[in-house]
């Protein structure tokens, strides 16, 4: 099956940095990919979707500023988080876009997402 | 209204108990429906996706959508308590998927 990896799987880092994170699709070529948020016992909630070679779109209420996203090749996507504070806190999953079936279905294959804990 | 409702639960069944989860969702341009199965602090796996009303199986696991009643549901037969996880539907169309709140299932030996 498609697999899509992520580093690191968490971080801990200081209010005021800035934290990357990788999304990789392994085994295949993902033209799309999508960064979602998940904070605990709730559902993940979509913040943006990447494209290759283009800029992102970002979902309403999420600021484009602040959550910086590159799809710099068909294989990679990456999320920085700058100026991280507390309430950024949280787990952070990519997917890719695994294609389209015949019955017309778009496939998304997450990755096994990264912690962040801001202090 | 949620685009995509679906009840948390805790549900915790014996094993090879037969489980069913549900979702209800709202938006019409739904074109077709996933599950994913979560185990904690894991990404989201794909368990079965469709695209039209009906009865989907893979193996202990059947996926059924009703379009006009706007119902989507998960059966898992025999169940097993490697089936303990959180268990997300999701409507999608035009790349975007919408996901339920998830509901956390328990299977006990």
């Known amino acids: 099956g498609a697999v899509v990896s992520q580093h690191p799987s968490w971080v801990i880092c200081k209010s005021g940095t800035s934290v990357k994170i990788e999304c990789r699709s392994l085994d295949f070529q993902a033209t799309t990919m999508f960064w979602y948020r998940q904070f605990p016992k709730q559902s993940l909630m979509l913040m943006a979707t990447?494209?290759?070679?283009?800029?992102?779109?970002?979902e309403q209420g999420v600021e484009k500023d602040k959550f910086l996203i590159n799809h710099a090749s068909l294989t990679l996507s990456t999320l920085t988080v700058t100026s991280a504070h507390p309430e950024d806190s949280s787990f952070y999953i990519c997917?890719?876009?695994?294609?389209?079936?015949?019955?017309?279905?778009?496939?998304?294959?997450f990755g096994p997402g990264t912690r962040l804990t801001v202090l | 209204q949620k685009e995509v409702e679906q009840d948390p639960g805790p549900l915790s069944v014996p094993e090879g108990a037969i489980v069913s989860l549900n979702c209800t969702y709202s938006?019409?341009?739904?074109?077709?429906f996933m599950w994913y199965r979560q185990y904690s602090r894991k990404g989201p796996e794909l368990l079965m996706y469709t695209y039209s009303s009906g009865n989907k199986e893979d193996g202990r696991f059947t996926a059924q959508v009703d379009k006009s009643s706007k119902y989507i549901s998960l059966f898992i037969r025999d169940s097993q308590p490697s089936d303990s996880a959180t268990y997300l539907c999701a409507g999608g169309s035009n790349y975007k998927l919408t996901f339920g709140k998830g509901t956390l299932l328990t299977v006990n030996p």
């Open positions: 938006n019409s341009a739904f074109q077709y």
């Open positions: 997917s890719a876009h695994g294609g389209r079936t015949s019955g017309g279905t778009d496939t998304q294959y």
């Open positions: 990447s494209n290759e070679g283009s800029k992102a779109t970002y």
